[in-house]
């Protein structure tokens, strides 16, 4: 995944997806320290870093902070490596932050309820927690079909299955070479609705301040594919 995983300026590295989410990351971080579970490669953190706020990370694939690495040193991001829902960073931060569906990688609610909690942790009174997901695509499956294909094109297919029961989906990406031999890598994820994560955060001491269909605002309604909500605790006093 790391070895592939950098598109520069295409796919989710292209700038309309990365400047609206740093826009308002830096809004959302008010002038404070940012820590971002599950850096990976620094899509975000070093366009966020650049901007002028201090980021943290924690990453869990060393070959994914590798990546990292050749863009920014351990002094510009420093990286702890870990799970994001149980390792722990010394600093004072304003604002943590998860993006691009990575909690559902946390395949137990006990431990998307621990992501929560990590990020309570790491912030003081009034800080913010930030999740961007997206909204389990149920309702397109026909009755008594598991499965079905979110993108296709020319050398390249995907497709989710789901385990209703178990609340679990395996994202399976499908490319094809030259030589059109198939490279398959698949992603087992949780997905989560957006009321059962409000339910995680308010087990964490958080309140839900804001939700957003996406990074520029628009407004979330039953259609939206996907969210972006912000959670705060209590202020001191």
Same mark, same amino acid.
């Given at each position: 995944m790391a070895q592939g995983y950098d598109t520069p300026g295409e796919g989710m590295f292209a700038p309309e997806k *990365?400047?609206?989410?740093? #826009?308002?990351? !830096? +809004? =959302? #971080? /008010?002038?404070?320290? $940012?820590?971002?579970? #599950?850096?990976?490669?620094?899509?975000? $953190?070093?366009? =966020?870093?650049? $901007?002028?706020?201090? *980021?943290t990370g924690i990453e869990l694939s060393e070959p994914m902070i590798a990546r990292l690495r050749t863009k920014a040193d351990e002094a510009a991001i420093p990286v702890t490596v870990g799970d994001m829902a149980t390792t /722990? *960073?010394?600093? %004072?931060?304003?604002? !943590?932050?998860? !993006?691009?569906?990575? @909690?559902?990688?946390?395949?137990?609610? #006990? +431990?998307? *309820?621990?992501?929560?909690?990590?990020? $309570?942790?790491?912030?003081g009174p009034g800080g913010r927690f930030v999740v961007e997901l997206g909204v389990p695509d149920l309702r397109r499956l026909p009755p008594g079909q598991d499965g079905l294909v979110f993108a296709h094109r020319e050398g390249y297919v995907g497709? %989710?299955?789901? %385990? @209703? +029961?178990?609340? &679990? =989906?395996?994202? &399976? &990406? @499908?490319?094809? %070479?030259?030589?059109? +031999?198939?490279r398959v890598i698949r992603v087992r994820q949780r997905y989560v609705w957006p009321a059962e994560l409000d339910l995680m955060a308010q087990i964490a001491g958080f309140g839900l301040e804001a939700r957003h269909a996406d990074w520029q605002g628009s407004e979330f309604t039953g259609e939206s594919r996907s969210h972006v909500s912000v959670y705060r605790l209590p202020a001191a006093g």
């Open positions: *990365v400047d609206p989410a740093v #826009a308002r990351l !830096v +809004e =959302l #971080a /008010g002038g404070g320290a $940012a820590l971002e579970f #599950a850096v990976g490669t620094g899509r975000i $953190a070093v366009p =966020l870093a650049a $901007a002028g706020v201090p *980021v /722990g *960073v010394p600093g %004072d931060f304003s604002l !943590v932050y998860l !993006v691009f569906n990575t @909690i559902s990688n946390l395949l137990s609610q #006990a +431990e998307q *309820v621990e992501c929560f909690r990590n990020a $309570a942790r790491h912030l497709l %989710d299955t789901f %385990d @209703i +029961e178990r609340q &679990h =989906l395996v994202s &399976h &990406h @499908i490319s094809f %070479d030259n030589r059109r +031999e198939p």
